[in-house]
């Protein structure tokens, strides 16, 4: 499937979809706490999404072949939970990290993003591996130009994590969007500069980094979704959708919560 270039129709009702997505994370923030389950945060997203937004969550029986139906109207990943974590009845405890992944479909297009969460007081460690994946995914976006390369966001994303003692999921990566789900081309979270096709203005985009705290090996749960890291060890993800302008780069999944881009001097 060749790469596709969105049209400003394309890209205004993207810019659409990708706000609803991200205020979808704004309305879970607050119900983010010890004790709740990640059902319950699946129920109140799958609620707001139905009843206030007007979207669907377009996770809810996706099956891509090989698949069976996903349960869920998002995914709840917690502590070694790589992604594609169901939400279940077990309570959040204080000290987890949380990962929600948010995908709502609105007139036809997708917006798709993803923030991560402390459950009450956390370990240094585990927010330090938290605020690196955020890092990352910053460090890739700001890749994100005409006439660089899909390589480039790779590369520097890599760089990044391994020098701050973190290892990269090779299995899992961005990917276009647009009126599909999951499209080309695929964003590596690592790999060489100057690599890769070509970025051009319309091009759509995720960059997503899931980030290992041990070695990157992963292993798939018997529920045909769940991925975890092979060590157990903690992983982190913080997405964004991105489009290609004429000069850089758009954001196009934010909203009023959305956590600001760090300062230019953290990012080095």
């Keep these: 499937m060749p790469i596709t270039i969105k049209t400003n129709e394309d890209i205004a009702k993207m810019r659409i979809a990708g706000r609803l997505a991200s205020e979808v994370l704004d309305y879970i923030t607050p ?36 698949y069976t139906p996903y349960p869920a109207a998002v995914c709840t990943s917690v502590n070694q939970v790589v992604c594609h974590g169901i939400p279940s009845d077990k309570p959040l405890k204080t000290g987890d990290v949380l990962n929600i992944d948010v995908t709502v479909i609105k007139d036809g297009y997708h917006g798709d993003t993803s923030r991560m969460f402390n459950i009450g007081e956390v370990a240094n460690h585990a927010k330090r591996l938290a605020r690196v994946t955020f890092d990352c995914m910053w460090i890739g976006i700001d890749q994100v130009k005409p006439g660089a390369h899909l390589g480039d966001i790779g590369a520097a994303i890599q ?50 980094p899931m980030i290992n705290a041990g070695r990157r090996e992963i292993k798939g749960l018997a ?32 909203s009023e919560g959305t956590p600001p881009r760090p300062e230019s001097w953290l990012l080095g």
Excluded at 37 to 43: G, H, P, Q, V, Y
Excluded at 162 to 187: D, K, L, T, W
């Design 31 to 66: 119900h983010v706490v010890p004790g709740v389950t990640t059902a319950e945060l699946n129920r109140l997203c799958h609620d707001y999404m139905i009843n206030v937004q007007g979207t669907v969550p377009a996770p809810l029986n996706y099956a891509p072949p090989g």
């Design 159 to 208: 760089k990044y994590a391994e020098n701050a003692g973190y290892s990269v999921v090779r299995e899992f990566c961005g990917h276009g969007i647009g009126q599909v789900f999951h499209e080309e081309p695929q964003v590596l979270h690592y790999g060489r500069a100057g690599t890769g096709p070509e970025l051009k203005p319309g091009m759509i985009f995720t960059i997503e």
């Design 223 to 254: 529920d045909g979704w769940t991925i975890v890291t092979k060590d157990r060890s903690l992983s982190a993800q913080w997405e964004h959708t991105v489009l290609v302008t004429e000069t850089g780069y758009e954001i196009l999944t934010l």
